[in-house]
């Protein structure tokens, strides 16, 4: 049996998804209890960073420490990966030594060459695609303090970016409707959009796409790799700031969720996340807990491969 992957939210089935937070939420309460639970021993998650990270790697190598493995961080510079060696050829070797890779990266066709040649679990810690492990953190989250979301609304604030993409997956797989607002020629990838079909509405209006909603999330206007586009990006998306006055609008209940890092004073208001509705701090936490369910049920189900 070949390892299984997790490059999207579409690689799990919906049931599978559930259990995965459910599960989270368990890891979760034997972590605030102080309950050792140690899976993976002697387990060795590599992790390969060619962007940035605080959240991806504090919670990835945690996390696997807490599971009872150890993880190592290898960036470009540490790697023949930086010098050219080919994706296959390092997938391979490094297969051969590790329990599960993860790797945060620009392309997400690096991703998808590296799992093709592994034989291990390969985890996608983010792409310009895609950010699935901090969908299974938002998801998590949604659960804890309202419970299903399924059939409720969610807007999500701005860029069409990676972001916005997996929750477009996320609105599939967990099975609620989506708003989108963003400026003109900042839409998410067509061929997510095409996917999730009526489920997903584009618009232009902020205040049309918070109207009712249960969840309102953002991200940063200007993502890593766009910095010279950052002048541009603050001009057209200044009416696209989620403030008070936003949440407002959207149903009594809504929770407001953000990936962090945060531009306070551009994507959101300076007090936003200090506001009773935003679980902007939970949802950081929960990176933790929902991605030590997913190296448990990917590095296990590769042992009994």
């Known amino acids: 049996m070949s390892a299984r992957h997790f490059l999207s939210l579409m690689d799990c089935t919906p049931q599978e998804l559930s259990s995965l937070i459910r599960r989270a939420i368990e890891l979760k309460d034997l972590r605030h209890r102080g309950v050792p639970y140690e899976p993976l021993k002697s387990r060795v998650l590599g992790m390969i960073f060619e962007k940035a990270s605080?959240?991806?790697r504090l919670s990835f190598e945690a996390g696997m420490i807490q599971l009872g493995g150890q993880a190592i961080f290898l960036s470009p510079r540490d790697t023949q990966l930086g010098r050219g060696e080919p994706i296959s050829d390092c997938a391979i070797v490094m297969s051969r030594m590790l329990d599960?890779?993860?790797?945060?990266?620009?392309?997400?066709?690096?991703?998808?060459?590296?799992?093709?040649?592994?034989?291990?679990p390969v985890i996608n810690g983010l792409s310009d695609d895609l950010h699935p492990c901090q969908l299974l953190a938002d998801m998590q989250t949604f659960q804890e303090h309202?419970?299903?979301?399924?059939?409720?609304?969610?807007?999500w604030i701005g860029d069409g970016n990676n972001m916005?993409?997996?929750?477009i997956e996320a609105a599939i797989q967990f099975d609620f409707r989506l708003n989108v607002a963003c400026p003109e020629?900042?839409?998410p990838n067509p061929a997510f959009l095409a996917q999730a079909g009526d489920r997903v509405q584009?618009?232009?209006?902020?205040?049309?796409?918070?109207?009712?909603?249960?969840?309102?999330?953002?991200d940063v206007w200007t993502s890593m790799g766009q910095e010279e586009e950052t002048a541009r990006r603050l001009a057209l998306f200044k009416p696209y700031q989620v403030n008070?006055?936003?949440?407002?609008?959207?149903?009594?209940?809504?929770?407001?969720?953000h990936c962090l890092p945060a531009h306070r004073g551009e994507e959101i208001s300076m007090d936003l996340l200090d506001d009773p509705r935003s679980v902007a701090w939970d949802q950081a936490e929960n990176r933790l807990h929902a991605q030590k369910a997913l190296l448990e049920l990917l590095v296990e189900h590769a042992s009994r491969a």
Do not use: W
């Open 100 to 120: 599960a890779v993860m790797i945060r990266t620009f392309a997400h066709s690096k991703l998808v060459e590296f799992a093709a040649n592994s034989r291990v």
């Open 185 to 187: 020629g900042f839409e």
């Open 202 to 218: 584009v618009m232009r209006d902020p205040r049309e796409a918070v109207r009712g909603a249960h969840l309102v999330s953002t």
């Open 146 to 155: 309202r419970g299903a979301i399924q059939g409720k609304t969610v807007a």
């Open 164 to 167: 916005c993409n997996t929750y």
């Open 54 to 56: 605080t959240r991806t």
């Open 244 to 257: 008070q006055a936003l949440l407002a609008l959207a149903d009594e209940a809504v929770i407001f969720m």
